[in-house]
């Protein structure tokens, strides 16, 4: 698995880490893939486990890890991409569901990203279907 030379990987509350990954996550989610800025922060914030990914001192992306399991929001800045920072924002996501004793993870994965968590061990389930205007495949991972 490629890694990022380094990238290092923080957990924390939304308070904690909002005032970084929520711009990640406007400049990818909203600016670059066009999906409505009113679905981008939701109630389900305030009870996730965030990771956010960090080179040095500047903030490249951002994930978090539900209570039930679901992993959502993986987002890493266009320049940083390809370099392992979303395997070290996955893995952390993953540790810490281990940690919680979850059994089962789960994700809404854009089609485009299938490949990516198949690499982590996500397998998908069902058919793919829309979701905030972009095609998205369920992928679970037993743990
Ligand atoms: C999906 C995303 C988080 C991946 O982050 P990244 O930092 O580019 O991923 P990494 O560099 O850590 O890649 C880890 C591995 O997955 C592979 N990979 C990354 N993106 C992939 C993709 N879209 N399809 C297939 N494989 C992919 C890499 O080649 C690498 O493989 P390797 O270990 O064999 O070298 C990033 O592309 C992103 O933020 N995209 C825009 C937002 C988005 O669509 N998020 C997903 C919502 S479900």
């Known amino acids: 698995m490629s890694r990022a030379a380094g990238v290092s990987v923080k957990l924390g509350s939304w308070a904690e880490v909002s005032a970084q990954a929520a711009p990640i996550r406007f400049r990818v989610f909203v600016d670059e893939q066009g999906v409505p800025a009113e679905m981008e922060l939701d109630e389900f914030d305030g009870l996730s486990c965030h990771a956010l990914a960090w080179m040095g001192d500047e903030p490249v992306g951002t994930g978090r890890l539900l209570p039930d399991g679901h992993i959502g929001r993986m987002a890493v800045l266009a320049g940083w ?8 924002l996955l893995e ?3 540790a810490e569901a281990g940690r919680r004793g979850m059994s089962r993870l789960a994700l809404s994965a854009q089609s485009h990203a299938l490949g990516f968590y198949t690499r982590f061990g996500f397998v998908p389930e069902g058919d793919q279907y829309d979701e905030a205007g972009l095609p998205h495949q369920a ?3 037993m743990l």
């Open 81 to 88: 991409r390809g370099r392992g920072v979303g395997a070290a």
């Open 92 to 94: 952390a996501l993953m």
């Open 139 to 141: 992928m679970v991972r």
